[in-house]
T-cell receptor
Framework: SQQGEEDPQALSIQEGENATMNCSYK?????LQWYRQNSGRGLVHLIL?????REKHSGRLRVTLDTSKKSSSLLITASRAADTASYFC????????????????FGQGTILTVHP | GAVVSQHPSWVICKSGTSVKIECRSL??????MFWYRQFPKQSLMLMAT?????????EQGVEKDKFLINHASLTLSTLTVTSAHPEDSSFYIC?????????????FGPGTRLTVT
């Protein structure tokens, strides 16, 4: 199964700065999603970008997708201390259907720390 | 919005005992739910896909006899860790996908921290 790779593994910035996280994947996808996880908690869906889209915005979030390079990036602008969390990309591989339908494969994640 | 709950939020059990974790979709029906396991500072790994009214589909390397999944209704899936061992200690997270064509987002529960002593 494919495995997303994310970099950096950890990112430490000051409040107000921008944070950029990258994700690469290996197989063809239907869409790519970004999730956020606060320490010891469940995941919160942030944004979904479809394979035929190149860029998407949601508030302070900007996601890009380059299917030719099989990579995506998440940009958080004007970061806040409350943005401190782990961020994961996840790809939806529809494949041939069956057991792969709806199955998400997560990247290793980036731990973001925003210092006040 | 779509809310998924898990119960319990944390549990400590002795080695050799069984533990049941519940996953509920509170405001939507979910024909498909997913169970993930997450070790400290690691990513989520899909364990199995739970389908209402049929057998769960397990990922490679996941023992189906050890991790029993029952999706008895459209709003409830349970994961039972049988004969738990310390290496089963982990954070277990479920997710549910609302029905409908083109609905790709999954909504995650808050997770259950299992500690086996």
């Amino acid at each position: 199964s494919q495995q997303g790779e994310e970099d950096p593994q950890a990112l430490s910035i000051q409040e107000g700065e921008n944070a950029t996280m990258n994700c690469s994947y290996k197989t063809s996808i239907n869409n790519l999603q970004w999730y956020r996880q606060n320490s010891g908690r469940g995941l919160v869906h942030l944004i979904l970008i479809r394979s035929n889209e190149r860029e998407k915005h949601s508030g302070r979030l900007r996601v890009t997708l380059d299917t030719s390079k099989k990579s995506s990036s998440l940009l958080i602008t004007a970061s806040r201390a409350a943005d401190t969390a782990s961020y994961f990309c996840a790809t939806l591989d529809l494949g041939a259907g069956g057991t792969s339908y709806g199955k998400l494969t997560f990247g290793q994640g980036t731990i973001l720390t925003v210092h006040p | 919005g779509a809310v998924v709950s898990q119960h319990p939020s944390w549990v400590i059990c002795k080695s050799g005992t069984s533990v049941k974790i519940e996953c509920r979709s509170l405001d939507f029906q979910a024909t498909t739910m997913f169970w993930y396991r997450q070790f400290p500072k690691q990513s989520l790994m899909l364990m199995a896909t739970s389908n209402e009214g049929s057998k769960a589909t397990y990922e490679q390397g996941v023992e189906k006899d050890k991790f029993l999944i029952n999706h008895a209704s459209l709003t409830l899936s349970t994961l039972t860790v049988t004969s738990a061992h310390p290496e089963d200690s982990s954070f277990y997270i479920c997710s549910a996908r609302p029905p409908g064509q083109g609905v790709y987002e999954q909504y995650f529960g808050p997770g259950t921290r299992l500690t086996v002593t």
